[in-house]
RNA sequence: CGGGAUGUAGCGCAGUUUGGCAGCGCGCCACGUUCGGGACGUGGAGGCCGGAGGUUCAAAUCCUCUCAUCCCGACCA
């Protein structure tokens, strides 16, 4: 390719809507740009990332054993009724109807479709397990989009799905779209931590998430210093403290006037927050409210508070609703003697004693409340948020955080679509069955954000060599001198013919904007051609992630660079430079 | 949906307070000079001032409504 023909509007300044490093860069680099809010296009260079990331999916997909199929976007809205999830999708489901009224939605996600297609396929056990996939465009209609590519509305994303008899055999597939996708992140030169994940809205037991470590990232994983332990804050656990011997006392009621929050009350008894327990009214589904218990210096986890309540339809009481309850007595609520709420309570709760309560009338408190002396306890759940310091489940270590972008997710669902569904094959015994299925996503255009989020600098992007647009720029500074041409010409034919993807920068533009635009746009390797090494009868080669120069004479420059392509290629296989001779 | 902000040339912005010729930088076009890290000079093109309505002799500027975009919270690949 070269670049004087290429559409790739490169700028100076990134447009003020961009948030993140990510964003001002796909668009500096005239890669991607806006049509609406979270719609892109994607433009030249933009769109060779997203066809690399496609390219290494496909292959991993297909060492894997899994199929490409492509389902249409349009969804009928019948399919999603069977599953009752075109009422659970809320309004994040972009719906439409036909001419003839019929109800159709973008797809967000594919499950009923490929479900009702191999309901009606596969009907027999020796079609299974199949494993069948598609990169097909996603809608969804996101709250608020935001960040680029990494929260779009529209999105490219690979969905899997695998369908098997056994539970055992489910979880065969899943463990080969574990390993598919570790290499595939591999791959792509990411550096990504897998992770226990809730399964949401989608559903199953049995989640992890991929996630791409990244200070942008809007997901908190919390993970072991000392054992491999590692899971997404949604679902990340800790293990109870022991009780303590500490002697059961008469619980009291002090006064607090004034003092409401956690913090306030503990530093007026003069207590640690943690000898708190406070009481978040919720309410919850059909205006029902809910009294949270958890320990003062902890945060209530909404997705595992959704959980616990069966909905995820809740909210905290707000400012004006406190009215309809004059029962209830804000910065004063407690757990003895309520009985208009739902109480659940953090297990962590169950380990504490002599602790302290809001007494239910204003300006008091109680100290030295006991679960079972004071009040009972019907529904215990795990509802607090983990946070760095706490220790790890499975091996008693600390836990760390990190932020990180969530770039794939694979769950195991078992029988819910299904089922719900009547999918049935008919097994060996003669009995029909439902599919025991799995499923499983790549976000690719979030992939191509998270891959920039992870490796840039000042100048511009950094991109991995698997997922570059090209592999190789050949920046001619004066294109218009035939000492130079010739050169270029010969270098750039030479390393087509070598199968590297390479860019040739024959624009009559500036030194400067010729460098600047190849460090923007992130190529990995950069060949420098101009009367200095025209004299020296060398050419020069930058590395972009490490600005390492290196001369080459003319005359075996090719060769050179072809090699390194190719060992810079290698370093991204799993298993090392090596590994990819071995498969 | 709640809270906050912004819409002026392709991009970044000034002008709005106090109504009076629509501007600056970058980019774009032409010519010339430059030619290894976003060059310089001269000349040029480019605007429904987000949209609608109103106030006024006069509106980018004041008022009303509306649309869009972005940021903070609840969703997710």
């Known amino acids: 390719m070269k670049f004087s023909v290429l559409l790739a509007p490169t700028l100076k300044e990134s447009p003020s809507e961009a948030e993140v490093v990510s964003?001002?860069?796909?668009?500096?680099?005239?890669?991607?740009?806006?049509?609406?809010?979270?719609?892109?296009?994607?433009?030249?260079?933009?769109?060779?990332?997203?066809?690399?990331?496609?390219?290494?999916?496909?292959?991993?997909?297909?060492?894997?054993?899994?199929?490409?199929?492509?389902?249409?976007?349009?969804?009928?809205?019948?399919?999603?009724?069977?599953?009752?999830?075109?009422?659970?999708?809320?309004?994040?489901?972009?719906?439409?109807?036909?001419?003839?009224?019929?109800?159709?939605?973008?797809?967000?996600?594919?499950?009923?479709?490929?479900?009702?297609?191999?309901?009606?396929?596969?009907?027999?056990?020796?079609?299974?397990?199949?494993?069948?996939?598609?990169?097909?465009?996603?809608?969804?209609?996101?709250?608020?989009?935001?960040?680029?590519?990494?929260?779009?509305?529209?999105?490219?994303?690979?969905?899997?799905?695998?369908?098997?008899?056994?539970?055992?055999?489910?979880?065969?597939?899943?463990?080969?779209?574990?390993?598919?996708?570790?290499?595939?992140?591999?791959?792509?030169?990411?550096?990504?931590?897998?992770?226990?994940?809730?399964?949401?809205?989608?559903?199953?037991?049995?989640?992890?998430?991929?996630?791409?470590?990244?200070?942008?990232?809007?997901?908190?994983?919390?993970?072991?210093?000392?054992?491999?332990?590692?899971?997404?804050?949604?679902?990340?656990?800790?293990?109870?403290?022991?009780?303590?011997?500490?002697?059961?006392?008469?619980?009291?009621?002090?006064?607090?006037?004034?003092?409401?929050?956690?913090?306030?009350?503990?530093?007026?008894?003069?207590?640690?927050?943690?000898?708190?327990?406070?009481?978040?009214?919720?309410?919850?589904?059909?205006?029902?409210?809910?009294?949270?218990?958890?320990?003062?210096?902890?945060?209530?986890?909404?997705?595992?508070?959704?959980?616990?309540?069966?909905?995820?339809?809740?909210?905290?009481?707000?400012?004006?609703?406190?009215?309809?309850?004059?029962?209830?007595?804000?910065?004063?609520?407690?757990?003895?003697?309520?009985?208009?709420?739902?109480?659940?309570?953090?297990?962590?709760?169950?380990?504490?004693?002599?602790?302290?309560?809001?007494?239910?009338?204003?300006?008091?408190?109680l100290i030295n409340v006991n679960v079972g002396e004071d009040f009972q306890v019907e529904e215990w759940a795990d509802i607090k948020t983990i946070k760095a310091g706490d220790k790890c489940p499975a091996c008693g270590g600390a836990l760390l955080s990190a932020k990180g972008i969530e770039v794939g997710q694979i769950f195991q669902l078992g029988t819910k679509y299904s089922a719900a569904m009547e999918a049935m094959y008919i097994d060996e015994d003669g009995a029909l069955k439902p599919y025991i299925m799995g499923t499983y996503g790549i976000g690719i255009s979030r992939t191509a954000a998270a891959a920039i989020e992870q490796n840039h600098d000042e100048n511009g992007i950094i991109w991995p060599i698997s997922i570059a647009p090209y592999e190789v720029s050949v920046v001619v500074l004066n294109y218009d001198k035939n000492e130079q041409k010739e050169i270029a010409d010969r270098i750039y034919d030479g390393l087509s013919k070598k199968e590297v993807e390479v860019i040739l920068d024959d624009r009559i533009e500036s030194a400067g904007k010729k460098f600047a635009d190849s460090d923007l746009i992130g190529f990995p390797v950069q060949v420098v051609i101009g009367n200095r090494t025209v004299k020296s009868g060398n050419v020069e080669v930058k590395i972009r992630a490490t600005a390492e120069r290196i001369e080459y004479r003319v005359d075996d420059a090719v060769d050179r660079i072809s090699e390194l392509v190719v060992k810079m290629r290698s370093m991204l296989q799993p298993g090392g430079p090596d590994a990819e001779n071995a498969g």
């Open 23 to 365: 964003h001002k860069l796909l668009m500096r680099a005239g890669m991607i740009r806006k049509v609406a809010a979270g719609i892109y296009t994607f433009l030249p260079l933009g769109y060779n990332v997203i066809k690399k990331i496609e390219r290494i999916v496909r292959e991993e997909m297909g060492r894997a054993g899994a199929q490409e199929i492509l389902m249409p976007v349009l969804q009928p809205a019948d399919l999603w009724r069977i599953t009752g999830r075109w009422d659970q999708f809320g309004p994040e489901m972009m719906r439409m109807a036909d001419r003839n009224g019929r109800e159709f939605a973008l797809g967000p996600t594919a499950e009923e479709m490929i479900t009702d297609l191999v309901k009606n396929e596969v009907k027999s056990y020796r079609q299974l397990p199949l494993t069948l996939y598609q990169i097909q465009v996603k809608f969804r209609d996101e709250i608020r989009p935001r960040f680029g590519l990494m929260r779009g509305r529209e999105f490219i994303m690979k969905d899997a799905y695998s369908f098997n008899r056994t539970v055992e055999e489910m979880q065969q597939s899943y463990s080969d779209m574990y390993d598919a996708y570790s290499r595939i992140f591999s791959r792509c030169g990411l550096d990504y931590r897998a992770v226990d994940a809730a399964t949401g809205l989608i559903g199953g037991k049995v989640s992890q998430e991929f996630m791409v470590l990244a200070e942008s990232g809007e997901s908190t994983i919390l993970y072991c210093e000392s054992c491999n332990y590692a899971a997404s804050d949604e679902v990340a656990t800790a293990p109870l403290a022991e009780p303590s011997t500490e002697a059961i006392k008469q619980s009291e009621l002090v006064g607090t006037p004034g003092q409401k929050s956690v913090e306030q009350v503990a530093t007026f008894l003069n207590i640690p927050e943690d000898k708190i327990v406070k009481t978040l009214i919720y309410k919850y589904g059909a205006s029902e409210l809910a009294g949270i218990l958890v320990r003062g210096d902890r945060d209530v986890n909404d997705e595992k508070l959704s959980v616990a309540l069966g909905t995820a339809d809740f909210h905290l009481l707000a400012g004006a609703e406190w009215q309809e309850y004059p029962e209830l007595i804000r910065g004063f609520v407690g757990p003895v003697g309520i009985n208009s709420v739902r109480l659940i309570a953090d297990k962590e709760i169950s380990v504490m004693q002599n602790f302290v309560v809001g007494a239910n009338r204003p300006d008091a408190h």
